[in-house]
């Protein structure tokens, strides 16, 4: 695996092809007003750049032959991946989690085997993949983050941006607990034998007692923390240690490690999965995965919202890592193709995962019935566990039935699989984190920006001592709640107004990347049927936990959920209501979007401001010579090859009264 890592590395790792104007040349050319014939432009600020540069400018007079603008905000992206890999990676590792192995095939077992799986493939095909691919064209199409690409939408919707940075470190906070959860039963792994084996109650003594150290629900109605674990104090430690490693250098070092960790678990899970092909009664666990199909749990709304939600979480639109990402991506890349593969393979490995996971269950339910004993289960009953219970009950005991030797390879194969897989998704959300703050001090200090390794260094610091309440004898009743509560909310609210955004004021028909538009099936869907499932699935999740608290906690602490659900999105509704009154969007994205991708004049004259002056009609040509007056790049380039005009001409005499180029910025 590190050799072909290697490999693909040094075959794929090339850097952006377009390169800005050295610096001498542009600290030339910015000291004297521009001296040519028939485009005024004020690029005073044009900084040299790896990737590219982005320009938010306003259109501020088109006549039949003149052209004059102001790039008000002339503003150097954060550079961009070093290959089209890297950005496909990155995205990979963010959508494929623990989820994939530890929640699908629970909710396969509760929800009717293959008709869950129906109503899965549904919902990612109507809703969410539609939606990733929205956040994957935003990021590509305004090269910000999450917070500034959707205020240049509309100010109106800057609180959305911020209720998702909330939600992002809300989830930081607490997953990777997991990890560290993750390292310590690696750890445990190399014991000659395994410490949740021996006895029927074993591997469920050894995760509440051994690793959580959990108190009992009267404590913690008392409001008893218990005492903080050192154990997991140290695991969660040696995880920011890998995040701050992994990201020293940002989005680039990040690719690198995306790498290994993407190609990592499918080895792992490969290596597994035949493995557990071998096993005695492996086909009671894939005949109950494969061959059970309750048709009638397709008219159960139950199902649906299991599925809808397992897909949505997954792919998690709405927490701006999508959308961050795409922002280090070039202009030209088929967001298209991207969405379709990250798509494919995370759906593709949670249905991969579930063989492998219920042939071990299948295994152990027929180890624990070979003397048909009290102790007998089915599989039905092994999967009944979701989330870590599944993990580090189920599975763990699970791989103390392997045998000696195997038992301990497999168990550290297995936890290293959940470890890989957990670790590449917090990149993702650390970078996401990292990239805000990056963005914030660059906006209070233009000249400078802050080295990324402090910034990494700081965030990783922070995080740590933000997780230590989760390390205490009730940390798990908090990341339940945490998880529960902050997760599903918040996300749902903010992909629900994303899309009404793009509804309102983006536009469905403006949504396109490469020339290309989104499919009209996908265009109906982004406008009817997504915003109208995520609504419906946020109003039966509500109407769920107020009629039964839940998992039995004590009021105090289902008291704090509700306050993690809804207080991160005051912020939409300040926004909406600060905004309330219809202004023209403050860096007119929608329109400098629509100029790259009309494709006559009459239609660039559609969909310009009210107030624009007449579009001049262009006289043919390819698509890119008509539409090359409105990129900045190519406006600089051509006024550096054309001819000086004659010095007594009245138009050279006025453009020798220009003004410093200083003086022109607003």
């Known amino acids: 695996a590190t050799v072909s890592v290697l490999y ?37 600020n044009v900084a040299e750049s790896r990737g590219s540069v982005a320009f938010d400018y306003n259109v501020r007079e088109v006549t039949g032959v003149r052209l ?4 008000s905000n002339v503003v150097e992206t954060r550079g961009q991946w070093n290959s089209r890999l890297d950005y496909l990676m990155v995205l990979l590792g963010y959508a494929i989690g623990i989820g994939n192995i530890w929640r699908f095939p629970y909710l396969v077992a509760q929800n009717g085997g293959g008709a869950f799986v129906v109503a899965y493939l549904v919902c990612l095909i109507l809703i969410v993949a539609p939606v990733f691919l929205m956040e994957l064209i935003w990021g590509q199409q305004t090269q910000k983050s999450t917070m500034e690409c ?33 390292l310590l039963y690696i750890y445990h792994s190399f014991n000659s034998t395994l410490p949740w084996t021996g006895t029927p109650t ?24 218990g005492k903080m674990h050192g154990h997991i104090v140290l695991a969660l430690v040696i995880v920011y240690i890998f995040i701050a490693l992994a990201l020293f250098k940002g989005h680039k070092s990040l690719a690198g490690a995306a790498k290994i960790m993407v190609i990592t678990p499918v080895v792992l899970l490969i290596v597994l999965l035949v493995r557990t092909f071998t096993l005695d009664g492996m086909e009671k666990g894939l005949e109950f995965y494969l061959g059970t199909f309750d048709s009638d749990k397709l008219t159960s709304g139950n199902v649906w919202a299991a599925a809808c939600g397992q897909i949505m979480f997954s792919l998690s639109p709405g927490m701006g890592t999508a959308i961050t990402m795409s922002s280090y991506a070039p202009l030209d890349e088929d967001v298209f193709k991207v969405n379709a593969i990250v798509t494919i393979c995370n759906s593709t490995f949670s249905l991969i995962g579930g063989l492998a996971i219920f042939g071990i269950l299948g295994h152990v339910s027929y180890e624990s019935c070979l003397n048909d004993g009290p102790d007998c289960k089915s599989v039905e009953e092994l999967a009944s566990l979701s989330g870590s219970g599944l993990a580090f009950i189920s599975i763990a005991a699970g791989l103390g039935t392997f045998g000696s030797g195997w038992a301990q390879s497999l168990s550290v194969l297995f936890f290293l699989m959940l470890f890989t897989l957990g670790l590449d998704s917090s990149f993702a959300w650390m970078e996401t984190i990292n ?7 660059s906006e209070r200090n233009p000249v400078s920006r802050p080295a990324k390794w402090k910034t990494s260094v700081a965030t990783s610091i922070l995080f740590f001592l933000c997780g230590l309440p989760f390390c205490t004898g009730m940390g798990n009743y908090l990341l339940n709640t945490f998880d529960h509560f902050a997760t599903t909310y918040v996300l749902l609210i903010v992909v629900w107004f994303e899309l009404i955004a793009l509804i309102t004021d983006y536009g469905v028909e403006n949504l396109m990347s490469v020339g290309k538009m989104v499919p009209w099936v996908w265009r109906i869907c982004l406008k009817y049927v997504a915003p109208t499932g995520v609504l419906a699935l946020t109003i039966f999740l509500i109407v769920e936990d107020v009629r039964e608290s839940y998992e039995g906690y004590p009021p105090n602490l289902i008291a704090v959920g509700w306050n993690l659900a809804f207080v991160p999105i005051l ?28 494709s006559n004049a009459d239609e660039t004259q559609r969909i310009l401001p009210p107030s624009a002056p007449p579009f001049p009609a262009t006289t043919g040509g ?35 009264n220009v003004p410093p180029q200083d003086e022109l910025l607003p």
């Not at 850097?15 to 004297?32: D, G």
């Not at 609180?159 to 560290?180: E, H, K, P, R």
């Not at 406006?635 to 550096?640: D, I, P, S």
């Open 8 to 44: 693909w590395s040094l075959r794929y790792k090339k850097r952006a092809t377009t390169q800005m104007p050295n610096s001498s040349t542009s600290s030339s050319s910015s000291s004297k007003p521009s001296e040519r014939s028939d485009i005024s432009v004020d690029a005073s």
């Open 68 to 71: 004059s603008m102001s790039m």
């Open 150 to 182: 959707l205020k240049s939408i509309h100010p109106r919707w800057y609180g959305v941006g911020i209720s998702s940075a909330i939600l992002v470190v809300l989830v930081t906070t607490y997953y990777n607990l997991l990890l560290a959860y993750c």
């Open 202 to 225: 074993a591997a469920e003594d050894f995760w509440y007692d051994d690793i959580l150290g959990i108190i009992s629900k009267e404590e913690l109605e008392d409001g008893v923390m």
């Open 435 to 441: 990239t805000y703050v990056n963005d914030f001090l």
């Open 571 to 598: 912020p939409v509704f300040y926004y909406l209501f600060k905004h309330s009154r219809p202004v023209e969007p403050e860096s007119g994205h929608r329109y400098w979007v629509s100029f790259m991708t009309a």
């Open 622 to 656: 390819t698509f890119e010579q008509q539409h090359d007056m409105f990129n900045p790049l190519a406006t600089l380039e051509r006024m550096q090859n054309q001819q000086d005009p004659d010095p007594s001409a009245p138009e050279a005499v006025e453009k020798r």
